[in-house]
């Protein structure tokens, strides 16, 4: 089976862009924020970035849910933020065909976005520490980078162009 991580910064457009690729797809959708123990979603709702430590169990469970979707024989795609690369490793661990879909733009337009959200836990003030913590995506790592410039769904076509995929999810 395969699974695509939509990876990126706060505000990036995850949950958008990896709702329209599931729907395309037709594959499961997962929002990586569902899986965030409460006591994370505090921390960030009070400004205050996680470490290592707190993300390890949140990571765990999403490389789990993967790979529980796998042994059913169900693709997915799933949001999450994936900073670095030692996060995106927990998550290739997956059973399947994990590949990344690094979403990439302008800062001030990603604060941007970030500031009109109003259904959101994650304030504007964590975008810097997650710019800071980004290591994006290398080369010989399975996925591609798609600006997120253009409207979702031409971020969408070319993601799934990008990856060989059609929208049969072929």
Partial sequence: MQHLV????????????ALLLAERLGWTFAEADDFHPEANVALMAAGTP???EDRAPWLASI????SQRDAEGVSTVVTCSALRRAYRDVLRGAAGDVRFVHLAGDPEVIAMRMAA??????????????L????PLEADEAGVVVPIGPPP?????????AL???????
């Fill in 6 to 17: 939509v990876m990126g910064v706060a505000g990036s457009g995850k949950t958008t862009v």
């Fill in 50 to 52: 996680l470490t290592d």
């Fill in 63 to 66: 490389a789990q849910w993967i």
């Fill in 117 to 130: 959200r109003t259904d959101h836990f994650m304030p504007t003030s964590l975008l810097p520490s997650q």
């Fill in 132 to 135: 800071a913590t980004l290591e």
């Fill in 153 to 161: 769904a031409q971020v969408v076509d070319e993601a799934l162009h």
């Fill in 164 to 170: 060989g995929l059609d929208a049969d999810g072929a």
